[in-house]
């Protein structure tokens, strides 16, 4: 068994450097809380993507984490129910289950749950089968939605005994009421009832987009819903399915811990997600209030320094501040990201430094900031160096850009005639870092 640890560390260490792999293998390790995640599979992933949700979790329990596992069958039943001409129906989101149907789902459900617990076993992860002991129900309303349960208890037991022996709890979305009925239970209600008992660390979706996807089908990176949940909720093109989902991680996440996260990925990239700044999906959190100071007191510039040397690599020269006349600090309430902005050309608005620590790149905090930041100063420009690897994100920001020796200046929200003129001004520009 040390073996085969130490061979799933060294390939989990190639997922991105050394030092990002061990901060959150630590990070998850040191947690206080027992529980480390709990993985939600849906049944079309078990259709399609067994063997790399297998691999995945076969990686994160051979480094002794052990997460909650808790699968769905949608897909499964949906096509068994077809097969039976059973006709499906639908209310407030929820499947009516009348006696015909509830007595065609139990068996699917059982064969998805063998399914997984058999592929697990094939890539030696230690499993406990936890098929309908977890959920305590009452009828949500007999009459209307037929054998539909409504949570009213989780019983972690078995879950916390099956962590102890380090095997994965494998659950089921169905629950049964006093007299031993077995009910239907909605999949989002039964993981957010689950996390909010449990208080895992994580939330991993495991999805067949491996993520939430744009207007142009892209995938988004990262979410903060104190920031950006209502104006994502105004968007034309977040609709139907991938709205509902957000709307339900916001009420899962809303009363618990603001550092619970929700991560939605692919089967196959689970260990990019966990492991890595950037990650290899949607990273959504509630987010942090982002600071605006118009001022420098000297605890804000302390930080301020702080962060802009850490995240550079390098020193500000002694006299920056004295040279600088300030509009606006936008600071995350962690200070791990900031944009300063200053008094540019023509009394517009020069967006002098931009930094985020690489703990922060993959959760959102940039953007939520250039957001903020935007909304107060819509017509900015500012400049970075042609070889800075997030140029290509600055592209996307920019209307215009003008290229000068080893600077790329880029402009936002102005007439073209001013951007050119700003633009030129802020390619000669004096450097604000000490010599090397």
């Known amino acids: 068994m040390q073996a085969k640890q130490n061979l799933i ?15 959150y293998l630590d990070q998850y390790k040191d947690d206080k809380q027992v529980k480390f995640a709990v993985v939600k599979v849906g049944g079309n992933v078990i259709a399609t993507q067994l063997e790399e949700l297998a691999q995945s979790l076969s990686l994160i329990t051979h480094l002794g984490l052990i997460p909650i596992v808790l699968h769905g069958a949608g897909t499964q039943i949906d096509a068994q129910t077809s097969k039976q001409n059973v006709p499906v129906q639908k209310l407030d989101g929820l499947r009516i289950t009348d006696d015909k149907t509830i007595e065609l789902i139990q068996p699917v459900i059982k064969d998805v749950h063998q399914q997984l617990l058999d592929a697990l076993a094939q890539h030696d992860i230690k499993t406990k089968s936890i098929f309908n002991k977890v959920f305590s129900c009452d009828y949500l309303d007999k009459a209307k939605y037929g054998h539909v349960g409504k949570i009213k208890q989780v019983k972690l037991d078995e879950i916390n005994q099956a962590i102890k022996d380090k095997q994965v709890p494998v659950l089921s979305c169905v629950g049964t009421d006093d007299e031993g009925n077995v009910l239907n239970i909605n999949a989002d209600i039964a993981i957010r009832k689950l996390v909010w008992e449990s208080k895992p660390a994580k939330v991993i979706f495991v999805t067949p987009t ?20 209502d104006n994502l909720m105004q968007q034309p093109w977040l609709h139907s399915g991938m709205k509902l989902k957000i709307q339900q991680i916001y009420q899962l996440l809303k009363p618990m811990p603001r550092k619970l996260s929700v991560s939605i990925t692919a089967a196959s990239e689970l260990g990019k997600e966990l492991f890595t700044h950037k990650g290899k999906g949607t990273f959504i959190c509630m987010g942090e209030n982002i600071n605006h100071h118009q001022l420098i007191g000297s605890a804000v510039k302390l930080k301020l320094i702080s962060l802009l040397e850490n995240t550079f690599g390098k020193k500000l020269r002694a006299n920056f501040f004295d040279e600088i006349e300030l509009k606006s600090i936008f600071i995350s309430e962690s200070g791990q990201a900031v944009a300063l902005v200053t008094q ?6 020069y967006l002098n430094k931009f930094a985020v620590t690489p703990q922060a790149q993959g959760q959102g ?14 017509q900015i420009y500012w400049r970075s160096r042609s070889t800075n690897k997030i140029n290509m994100w600055y592209y996307k920001q920019a209307d215009c850009s003008y290229k000068k020796d080893n600077w790329i200046v880029f402009s936002c929200g102005m007439p073209l005639e001013k951007a050119i003129e700003c633009m030129q001004v802020g390619a000669d520009y004096a ?5 090397q």
């Open 210 to 229: 491996g993520g939430m996807l744009d207007e142009n089908d892209q995938l988004i990176s990262a979410i903060q819903l104190h920031n950006q949940y």
């Open 344 to 349: 540019g050309h023509d009394g517009k608005a």
């Open 365 to 378: 905090l940039g953007k939520a900031i250039w957001q903020h930041m935007l909304s107060v100063y819509p």
């Open 9 to 23: 560390k060294q390939v989990l260490l190639q997922l991105g450097h050394s030092t990002e792999a061990q901060y």
């Open 431 to 435: 450097d604000s870092w000490q010599e």
